[in-house]
């Protein structure tokens, strides 16, 4: 992946902008709509398998009483760790161009 300089845009791109990526990230962080939204389909999928994973564990409790809130609470404070450090530290999309 090429990483474009600050003010190299490629010709005919459109930038993606950082307002609607922190919007995303803060109101649908679980759903991974953030990642999908520059471009990072990995990232989106993950954020919704550990979503989903950590919500039927919580309230199906699908391993009994010991385990049944701390562990999908673990996975759940961490998707959450994650969408603050994609805020804060992200600035690009997946093809390396700044956002803007």
């Not at 471009?39 to 049944?68: A, M, V």
């Not at 609470?73 to 390396?96: E, H, P, Q, T, W």
Request: glycine share 16%.
């Amino acid at each position: 992946m090429k990483v474009y300089d600050k003010n190299e845009i490629p010709p005919g791109y459109k930038q993606k902008d950082r307002t609607t990526y922190i919007l995303l990230a803060i109101f649908f962080y679980g759903l991974g709509l953030h990642e999908f939204y520059i471009g990072n389909t990995k990232g989106g999928i993950g954020y919704i398998c550990c979503y989903f994973i950590g919500n039927l564990w919580f309230f199906g409790g699908l391993l009994g009483e010991g385990s049944i809130y701390f562990f999908p609470l673990a996975i759940l404070c961490g998707l959450f760790i994650g969408m603050i450090y994609s805020v804060i530290k992200v600035d690009r999309d997946a093809n390396g161009v700044l956002l803007k």
